[in-house]
């Protein structure tokens, strides 16, 4: 059974960083795209960052580019997002997900999921 993991959210004032990590079980992912999404209140869940199943290609949202970094450590089976420059707006519950094929991008439509981690940026 495939379980998502996260950690790493809390509270930040403007300007802080925060680094999210979810540890993934119940299958090797090196073959296998994953990614984080967040969801404001009120708001869809969005795609802000995703890594390739090679870890060649990686894709940005718009307004976390230059401030967020997705990785992976394969040998432990984790993907991270560093979060720089944290903003009010970047407030959201976090989830992590991993594509349900190989070899395929990672798309909402067909994910695993994390439980999600609250990330609250002050002003």
């Known amino acids: 059974q495939v379980q998502l993991v996260e950690s790493g959210g809390g509270l930040v004032q403007a300007g802080g960083s925060l680094r999210l990590s979810c540890a993934a079980s119940g299958r090797t992912f090196s073959s296998y795209a994953m990614g984080w999404f967040r969801q404001a209140p009120g708001k869809e869940r969005d795609k802000i960052a995703t890594?390739?199943?090679?870890?060649?290609?990686?894709y940005y949202e718009d307004s976390v580019k230059g401030r967020f970094t997705i990785s992976r450590d394969s040998a432990k089976n984790t993907v991270y997002l560093q979060m720089n420059s944290l903003k009010p707006e970047d407030t959201a519950v976090y989830y992590c997900?991993?594509?349900?094929?190989?070899?395929?991008?990672?798309?909402?439509?067909?994910?695993?999921w994390g439980q999600g981690t609250q990330v609250t940026v002050s002003s």
């Open positions: 890594l390739s199943w090679s870890g060649a290609t990686t």
């Open positions: 997900a991993a594509a349900k094929s190989e070899f395929t991008p990672l798309i909402r439509e067909s994910a695993y």
